[in-house]
């Protein structure tokens, strides 16, 4: 890539100011791109995050459920959730719900991320990430 290239990943932040609704978009997001037969993975800060992810897929939607797995190894699955900071899928698709930004090697084609405003910590937070991502010269979009 030159440097007249734009960046091929795109950062997709999702506003949310209640749980309710994290919840569910990264449920329909996952579930978005399951449909399409695209891998996503999604990184997790620790073990109890990574259980609470599993246990989330595995009810939502209500009229199903999104076959995925936990793991930190590399797997073949169209949705991991891994808590190590690896492309442990082969993904293209990352939804990072860790503290910190994904800067890691993808090559990811689109990484999700929240703009949280649950709390002034978590949108400090997301502050942070976003001033990275600006940084490192990512394209950049809000929904």
Not at 11 to 32: H, N
Not at 58 to 63: G, I
Not at 68 to 77: I, L
């Amino acid at each position: 890539m030159n440097s007249l290239e734009a960046p091929l990943t795109r950062i997709v932040f999702f506003q949310v100011r209640e749980i309710s609704i994290k919840l569910k978009r990264i449920a329909e997001t996952a579930q978005s791109h399951f449909e399409k037969k695209e891998h996503i993975l999604i990184l997790v800060e620790d073990a109890r995050s990574q259980q609470f992810v599993d246990e989330l897929l595995w009810k939502l939607p209500a009229t199903s459920f999104l076959p995925h797995v936990a793991s930190d190894d590399p797997v073949k699955d169209l949705i991991a959730i891994s808590k190590v900071k690896k492309n442990v899928n082969g993904s293209r698709i990352a939804f990072n719900l860790c503290p910190t930004p994904l800067l890691i090697e993808g090559p990811f084609r689109i990484i999700y991320e929240f703009e949280d405003l649950t709390s002034p910590n978590k949108k400090n937070l997301s502050s942070l990430r976003f001033d990275a991502y600006k940084q490192a010269g990512y394209l950049i979009e809000a929904r």
